[in-house]
């Protein structure tokens, strides 16, 4: 909230471009595909399972995935709207 609150103006003169907000979004989502990716191989080398047999992916995953793409919807809409005067 405060950053936010520092960085009205920047906001409205459009120095602070579509990827700042998009970057963190994007490796979001990078990260946590890694880490599925990391933890199947992991629970298949140790159990010889899959991690979805094991565990119920719960808002924890996908929250993340939710998130990220309100992100990504979000700054499209500032982007879009915040540049006509």
């Given at each position: ?68 793409g309100l992100i ?10 915040g540049s006509k005067?």
């Amino acid at each position: 909230m405060l950053s936010a609150y520092k960085h009205r103006n920047d906001l409205k003169k459009g120095i602070i471009k579509l990827t700042t907000s998009l970057i963190p979004a994007i490796l979001t989502i990078i990260s946590m595909i890694t880490w599925m990716i990391l933890m199947e191989i992991a629970e298949l080398r140790l159990y010889d399972l899959s991690m979805w047999n094991r565990y119920l992916p719960s808002f924890g995953v996908l929250g993340m995935f939710l998130e990220a793409g309100l992100i990504i919807s979000g700054s499209f809409l500032i982007k879009k709207c915040g540049s006509k005067p």
